[in-house]
């Protein structure tokens, strides 16, 4: 399957700059914790993320320069994403509270599926998200939140098989805390793997037609 293919390519890119990822994905854990630099620095490190899977420099020069550039716009992503995060779980506690839910149980448990739902869905947009920011010339976030849905539903299992790994290795790094040093740099060379990979063919095919249009 194609999905396993990605994870296994990321790997191997992730092993080849195994050091420069741990401590740029150190410094990302740091800057999320202390909040404010938090979404600059997983910028920077999607940006190295971008370098290393096309073969490119891998350094901090990288990782600074894009957290320069792409820093702000991933504040706007990072709001986006948490304040709808916050909708749904204002939702899932509203109407599964016995106090507050103006429904049944057999209602509420569908609503609970829905809420669910979104939240998968949610979370497969957040991982396309900055990759696909990325891969554009004038990365608006509006664009590429809709381009993000739509690589979620054509590629629903890969998604699926993607977030399910990432999910084990989240629940990995719970049992073993020390290992939590790699899932930041991993996840961004996850993510922008699958985006350059599912986008693939139709670069390709925008290529073909380009060329044959030139030769006309």
């Not at 890119?13 to 994905?25: N, T, V």
């Not at 995060?85 to 599926?113: D, I, K, M, R």
């Not at 809709?146 to 699926?160: E, G, K």
Request: hydrophobic fraction near 55%.
């Amino acid at each position: 399957m194609n999905a396993f293919k990605v994870i296994w390519q990321s790997m191997k890119i992730f092993y080849d700059e195994l050091f420069q990822f741990l401590l740029m994905g150190a410094a990302t854990l740091l800057a999320t914790l202390l909040v404010i630099p938090g979404p600059f620095a997983l910028a920077g490190l999607w940006g190295v993320a971008e370098n290393a899977v096309g073969g490119l420099e891998v350094s901090w020069e990288v990782f600074w320069q894009n957290a320069k550039q792409y820093g702000p716009r991933n504040w706007g992503n990072t709001i986006l994403i948490l304040g709808f995060y916050a909708l749904l779980g204002a939702n899932f506690w509203f109407y599964n509270n016995s106090e507050t839910s103006p429904f049944s149980q057999q209602v509420v448990f569908w609503l609970t599926a829905v809420w669910i739902a979104l939240s998968v869905l949610w979370t497969g947009v957040a991982f396309y998200l900055l990759a696909f920011q990325l891969q554009m010339i004038e990365p608006k976030i509006f664009p590429a939140l809709r381009n993000s849905f739509a690589l979620f539903f054509f590629n629903p299992i890969d998604t699926f098989t993607w977030l399910l790994f990432l999910a084990a290795l989240t629940a990995l790094c719970v049992l073993l805390p020390p290992l939590v040093i790699l899932l930041p740099g991993f996840t961004a060379v996850l993510s922008i793997t699958a985006v350059k990979t599912l986008l693939k063919p139709f670069i390709e095919k925008r290529k073909a037609a380009e060329s044959a249009q030139e030769s006309e």
